[in-house]
């Protein structure tokens, strides 16, 4: 059974950087494309940032593009986001999601399979 447990939430005060971890088991991040999304309440969930199996490209939205990096270590079978220079907009519930890897990179929640409980980040001084 594919499990995703995000991990590395928390409170950090604006302008601080924090890092999450998404860790895949009963599957391998070989076949998986992986996406990180985060979702206030009340508002829709947005996608955040997202990662490709095999060629490891990767997908940022235009509100995190140049201050979050996702990456990965397939050893460990665990995607990470360094989020720096966070901001009020920020603080949400922060998720990870898997689908079967495939040509496309896709930044819609929607074509994701399986996803974790995620974990909450807070900005706050």
């Known amino acids: 059974q594919l499990v995703l447990v995000e991990s590395g939430g928390g409170l950090v005060q604006p302008g601080g950087s924090q890092r999450l971890s998404c860790r895949l088991t009963?599957?391998?991040?070989?076949?998986?494309?992986i996406g990180w999304f985060r979702q206030v309440s009340g508002k829709e969930r947005e996608g955040v940032s997202a990662?490709?199996?095999?060629?490891?490209?990767?997908f940022y939205s235009e509100s995190v593009k140049g201050r979050f990096t996702i990456s990965k270590d397939n050893r460990k079978n665990t995607v990470y986001i360094e989020m720096n220079n966070l901001k009020p907009d920020d603080p949400a519930l922060y998720s990870c999601a898997a689908v079967p890897a495939s040509i496309k990179l896709y930044s819609d929640p929607g074509e994701y399979e399986i996803w974790g409980q995620g974990t909450q980040v807070t900005v706050s001084s």
């Open positions: 009963g599957g391998s991040l070989d076949f998986y494309d």
């Open positions: 990662i490709h199996a095999a060629t490891g490209r990767t």
